[in-house]
T-cell receptor
Framework: GDSVTQMEGPVTLSEEAFLTINCTYTATGYPSLFWYVQYPGEGLQLLLKATKADDKGSNKGFEATYRKETTSFHLEKGSVQVSDSAVYFCALKGGVSGGGADGLTFGKGTHLIIQP | GAGVSQSPRYKVAKRGQDVALRCDPISGHVSLFWYQQALGQGPEFLTYFQNEAQLDKSGLPSDRFFAERPEGSVSTLKIQRTQQEDSAVYLC????????????????FGPGTRLTVL
């Protein structure tokens, strides 16, 4: 079945540091890929997405590129802020229907801590 | 309201009790999902409705779990004879998309109900 693997946390960085959170996937068909963010005390919010190979999703200074050849969708940001502290989830939606595939498949999440 | 709402936000149950969790999706969204998020894990798919039809319940962990959406709007997730392993955050998401359609990738999540079974 479909699966998502993302780097274990917590990841602790200083403000203005460069961020990379790795995400790789296995899926049948042609999945869409997502990054969701969960700020403390809040619900899951869509951060960015990409629906086909070589697409780049971007939002709030974050970027991720859909790499079919490496089955990856790594999240990057050039200069992180304290307000970026949150849990980040990589997710996919498979390209087929049924058997749970209409739902999203999530990674375990990466807790990001940005220190001033 | 503008977003997906869930109630209650917190529920404490004694082992063996039945619980009912409610989800109010975004108005007009035909698709509705339930997910279970254990502590320190990502959400896991439970079930999917398109309007009032439950198209996929492959993620429900046992026959103690039951979900319904009788009028194609509000949904209830019921857990009978709760066990400690049922302790988790239960998330509801709604989408304007239809099964198999690209718009189904757009899912809006509610704040979740944190269930603790003692």
């Amino acid at each position: 079945g479909d699966s998502v693997t993302q780097m274990e946390g917590p990841v602790t960085l200083s403000e203005e540091a460069f961020l990379t959170i790795n995400c790789t996937y296995t899926a049948t068909g042609y999945p869409s890929l997502f990054w969701y963010v969960q700020y403390p005390g809040e619900g899951l919010q869509l951060l960015l997405k990409a629906t086909k190979a070589d697409d780049k999703g971007s939002n709030k200074g974050f970027e991720a590129t859909y790499r079919k050849e490496t089955t990856s969708f790594h999240l990057e940001k050039g200069s992180v802020q304290v307000s970026d502290s949150a849990v980040y989830f990589c997710a996919l939606k498979g390209g087929v229907s049924g058997g749970g595939a209409d739902g999203l498949t999530f990674g375990k999440g990466t807790h990001l801590i940005i220190q001033p | 309201g503008a977003g997906v709402s869930q109630s209650p936000r917190y529920k404490v149950a004694k082992r063996g009790q039945d619980v009912a969790l409610r989800c109010d999706p975004i108005s007009g969204h035909v698709s509705l999902f339930w997910y279970q998020q254990a502590l320190g894990q990502g959400p896991e798919f439970l079930t999917y409705f398109q309007n009032e039809a439950q198209l996929d319940k492959s993620g429900l962990p046992s026959d103690r779990f039951f979900a319904e959406r009788p009028e194609g709007s509000v949904s209830t997730l019921k857990i009978q004879r709760t066990q400690q392993e049922d302790s988790a955050v239960y998330l509801c998401a709604s989408s304007p998309g239809l099964a198999g359609g690209s718009l189904l990738t757009l899912q809006f999540f509610g704040p979740g109900t944190r269930l603790t079974v003692l």
